[in-house]
């Protein structure tokens, strides 16, 4: 089991950058598919971004593709989300999870969740 701490967000400008961070804690960190999901207000949760054990694979939603990068860094414990030229529609609040499997597979079910964090992004 991994547990997931995320921190870095806040209020920002659209068209600005912002850069989330998720710590984890656990021994299977390094193996672990990494993801972020988001949540505004009065939707569904959905996904953002994810990379595997590598990073050397990735995968984007349609609306963060060419804005988000994720990455990650072993030796820190710690997963990243690079958010640039940010848009309204990005409010949200970010978690991060852990899955195993490929940053493609629904199977298994992303399993480890942190507590979110909020992006507030104004025009």
């Known amino acids: 089991q991994v547990q997931l701490v995320e921190s870095g967000g806040g209020l920002v400008q659209a068209g600005d950058s912002m850069r989330l961070s998720c710590a984890a804690s656990g021994r299977t960190f390094s193996s672990a598919v990494m993801g972020w999901f988001r949540q505004a207000p009065g939707k569904e949760r959905e996904f953002v971004a994810a990379?595997?054990?590598?990073?050397?694979?990735?995968r984007y939603a349609d609306s963060v593709k060419g804005r988000f990068t994720i990455s990650r860094d072993n030796s820190k414990n710690t997963v990243y989300l690079q958010m640039n030229s940010v848009k309204p529609e990005d409010t949200a609040v970010y978690y991060c999870a852990s899955k195993g499997g490929s940053v493609y597979s629904t199977y298994p079910p992303w399993g480890s969740w942190g507590q979110g964090t909020q992006v507030t992004v104004s025009s």
């Open positions: 990379v595997n054990w590598s990073g050397g694979s990735t």
